[in-house]
């Protein structure tokens, strides 16, 4: 199994290419399974979960070609024809490995009026139900059978009625579900307390481009009229806020100065905000964003929110940069249960971390130290790279395949702005 080896106390400083979103892709594909005709996807990032949500859709009787893919090039361009769907199940295998893969459900019963997909189990980072994905189904009228670690969703008819559905709490996937599902119900559906996040614009855009009636988007309440049919489009996936906001702690906590050149202030200003706090220079340009940091970092009170709040996929990243803050920090995690995994890990770099419930005390410290630490999930990985490039000596991070879920080659554009960074395989 690979691992990453990184000898710290570089600055950082140059400018740093951000990709396609992780999480819009693993909605946006999905979004192929509606029609007959092709859907072509551009600036999709090179990554693992993209390769298994493929696999996924070819499973199902969709093809998927990727265009014009050089290997030096970031964003490839993918188009899925789901001509005809041979299959509607999501198998456990796939599920397991991926929980993005319950994204699929939506879009079959909107297509085929019919769905089985395995519950994904447990999860790293918590218990992660489906029960809100159920209930917006069932709102907009499926039958819902639970059998054997599987999920049928079924529309009567062949055709979901649509409805009214509210959410109690807000959740991204079970609105991107509900999203899916209602744009080829036979009526109209409206959404109450549906995330907000830019993702979800995406997604909506990117329907409404393939002949949807959506309106509201971008608030907490989307009215969605059924199409008989949607048809093919051409899209573009937007660029990942959560990598845009990961380099910027990278630049951060090496006192560097990185250009990250495709982000979008926009959809990060709760983490521009964070970061303006800590003391860091920002400034907003056409190409991207400017990220500086030179004084030290003041510390912060932060707690997780949904959209536009502080992101949770930002908590870890954060909590690696204000262990080099002058003063104590306060995290709050509200969204997941079981958040903290990189705590002990980074406590092994000289970290001073307490944790009490949901929230964590960080005490700046004037030291990490490298150490050989184990990724546990996608951003607590991120986290150990982070205190790893500001550590003394050399950390060495293992199971790298938490990484390649969701950055597109971490080592080479973090070697490209100065990092000591490699991959190291087993032999
Ligand atoms: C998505 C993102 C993930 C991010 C998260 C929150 C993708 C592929 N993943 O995950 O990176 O961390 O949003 O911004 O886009 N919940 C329920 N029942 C449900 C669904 C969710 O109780 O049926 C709870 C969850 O346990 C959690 C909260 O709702 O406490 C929010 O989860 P949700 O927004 O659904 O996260 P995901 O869509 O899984």
């Known amino acids: 199994m690979d691992r990453i080896l990184i000898r710290g106390g570089n600055r950082l400083a140059g400018r740093l290419p951000i990709s396609g979103a992780k999480n819009a892709a693993l909605t946006l594909m999905p979004c192929a399974l509606l029609t007959d005709e092709p859907l072509t996807l551009r600036n999709l990032p090179r990554l693992a979960d ?9 499973q199902l009787g969709a093809s998927t070609q990727i265009e014009g893919a050089r ?16 299959a509607t199940e999501a198998p456990y295998d796939i599920v397991r490995k991926m929980r993005a893969s319950i ?14 997909v395995s519950l994904p189990g447990g999860c790293a980072i918590g218990n992660r139900p489906i029960d809100l994905h159920l209930k917006a189904l069932e709102e907009m009228g499926a039958a819902i059978e639970l059998a054997a670690g599987y999920v049928k969703a079924t529309a009567p008819g062949g055709r979901l009625p649509g409805g009214r559905v509210s959410f109690p709490v807000v959740s991204v996937g079970a609105t991107e579900n509900a999203v899916m599902a209602a744009v080829t119900a036979k009526g109209g559906t409206r959404i109450e307390n549906a995330a907000r996040e830019p993702e979800i614009v995406d997604l909506c855009n990117c329907l409404v481009a393939m002949g949807a009636s959506i309106s509201g988007i971008g ?13 093919g489009a051409t899209y573009r996936v937007m660029p990942d806020r959560i990598e845009a906001g990961s380099y910027a702690c990278a ?25 303006i706090e800590a003391g860091v220079t920002i400034e907003e340009h056409k190409d991207g964003v400017r990220v500086e940091a030179s004084n030290g970092l003041a510390p912060l009170t932060l707690s997780t929110a949904p959209y536009p709040g502080f992101a949770t996929d930002m908590q870890a990243q954060f909590m690696a940069m204000l262990c080099k803050a002058n003063g104590a920090s306060v995290l709050t995690e509200t969204i997941f249960e079981n958040r903290y995994m990189h705590v002990p890990e980074l406590a092994r770099m000289g970290a ?23 990724a546990t999930d996608l ?21 790298v395949y938490h990484l390649d879920r969701g950055y597109e080659r971490l080592e080479e554009k973090l ?13």
Not at 352 to 374: H, N
Not at 379 to 399: F, H, Y
Not at 415 to 427: P, T
Request: hydrophobic letters at 45%; charged letters at 25%; a negative charge.
């Open 71 to 86: 290997p030096e090039d970031f964003g490839r361009v993918m188009t899925v024809r789901a001509g005809r769907l041979t």
């Open 415 to 427: 070697s490209a702005v100065g990092a000591d960074i490699e991959r190291v395989g087993d032999g």
């Open 251 to 275: 630049a951060a906590i090496t006192g560097g100065s990185l250009d990250l050149v495709g982000a979008d202030a926009g959809d990060m200003r709760a983490t521009l905000d964070a970061l």
């Open 352 to 374: 001073d971390i307490q944790v009490r419930g949901r929230t964590a005390v960080v005490r700046g410290v004037d030291k990490l130290v490298g150490a050989p630490v184990m």
């Open 103 to 116: 994204l699929v459900l939506g879009p079959l019963v909107g297509r085929a009026g019919e769905a089985t």
């Open 379 to 399: 951003r607590a990985s991120m986290s150990l790279i982070l205190a790893g490039l500001a550590a003394e000596g050399e950390t060495v991070v293992q199971r």
């Open 50 to 58: 993209v390769d298994s949500f493929g696999h996924l859709l070819n």
């Open 219 to 231: 608030t907490e309440t989307l009215e969605i009229e059924g199409r008989d049919r949607l048809h």
